[in-house]
């Protein structure tokens, strides 16, 4: 495939996942129109990886991308996390909806 899956090691849910292309993209910031579909399958591997683990209410699941200069890795990595109702105080901060480092 063109994409894996695996846990993050610093999770900030019970489920915490990163979808990440093989052939490197840079970070969100470089995305243009033609990425459009690769970011689609991004976020369709990660509701299946949750609904492989277990997890189904989809409309309890935060995805987003960490906006420059708030990401550590310089690869398209989408951050895929459930129960988002379950975020804990920092993880909230963290994954903030559309903030000015986290966007969906």
């Not at 989809?58 to 310089?74: K, Y």
Request: with cysteine.
């Amino acid at each position: 495939e063109d994409l894996v899956c695996f846990r993050d090691i610093r999770p900030g849910a019970p489920h915490h996942y990163l979808v990440v292309p093989v052939e490197h993209m840079g970070n969100c910031k470089t995305l243009k129109k033609e990425h459009v579909p690769v970011v689609k399958k991004m976020m369709e591997v990660g509701k299946s990886v949750l609904q492989r683990n277990n997890f189904s209410d989809l409309n309890d699941v935060r995805m987003g991308f960490h906006w420059p200069p708030f990401c550590s890795i310089s690869h398209l990595h989408l951050h895929v996390l459930a129960p988002a109702s379950q975020l804990g105080f920092l993880s909230r901060l963290i994954y903030r909806i559309n903030s000015y480092w986290f966007i969906t």
